[in-house]
């Protein structure tokens, strides 16, 4: 079971828009250390995606955008794509000296 | 350009050992944290181990139970994981993968990963 919980699934239609919810404590999210948000597509290596809770590294589309508040965090994805039928994690660092991720969500585009 | 090049996975058996490496180029070594990440087959990411720039801060995910050591090689860029008493639970993907804030995350570059399948 992952300290960060995670949707399993969610899914939509090209065009619309899906968030990706990312619920934690307090003594990870809730202490104020950064979300941040992966992006793994089928066979390959995770991608950073958002970090430090709402960053987007150079090239990523800004469709997609992150939020944080209190001891949760959102991924937001706006204009769904084929492309981005991935599975997305986010991460964050537990007070017990440890990192920790979420489960994962797979994204399916309808 | 920034690599990250894992070896040294295979296939071994229950009670084995086996060391990992992640060779990296295109930055400067030394400035920078690293960490281990696994994923099995099908599940989702798990972090294993991290260390410091200049090695001497290690931790370690409490599930190994200290089967685990990471270790780092400046003169060689080189990161190492020493895997001991193997068993069908570590079967996995290992990433080798920087973080650049040194605050335990974001990881901005991730190698292509190494697997590792435990099995009698």
């Not at chain 2, 992640?22 to 990411?45: E, I, M």
Request: with cysteine.
């Amino acid at each position: 079971q992952s300290v960060l919980t995670q949707p399993p699934s969610v899914s939509g239609a090209p065009g619309q828009g899906v968030t990706i919810s990312c619920t934690g404590s307090g003594s990870n999210i809730g202490t104020g250390y950064g979300v941040h948000w992966y992006q793994q597509l089928p066979g390959t290596a995770p991608k950073l995606l958002i970090y430090d809770n709402v960053i987007r590294p150079s090239g990523v589309p800004d469709r997609f955008s992150g939020s944080k508040s209190g001891t949760s965090a959102s991924l937001a994805i706006t204009g769904l794509q084929a492309e981005d039928e991935a599975d997305y994690y986010c991460q964050s660092y537990d007070s017990n000296l440890s990192v920790v991720f979420g489960g994962g969500t797979k994204l399916t585009v309808l | 350009q920034v690599q990250l090049v894992e070896s040294g996975g295979g296939v071994v058996q229950p009670g084995d050992s086996l060391r990992l490496s992640c060779a990296a180029s295109g930055f400067t070594f030394s400035n920078f944290d690293l960490h281990w990440v696994r994923q099995a087959p099908g599940k989702g990411l798990e972090w294993v181990a991290f260390i410091r720039n200049d090695g001497s801060v290690k931790y370690y995910a409490d599930s190994l139970k200290g089967r685990f050591t990471i270790s780092r090689d400046a003169s060689k860029n080189t990161l190492y994981l020493q895997m001991n008493t193997l068993s069908s639970d570590d079967t996995a993907v290992y990433y080798c993968v920087r973080d650049p804030e040194g605050a335990m995350g974001p990881f901005d570059y991730w190698g292509q990963g190494t697997l590792v399948t435990v099995s009698s």
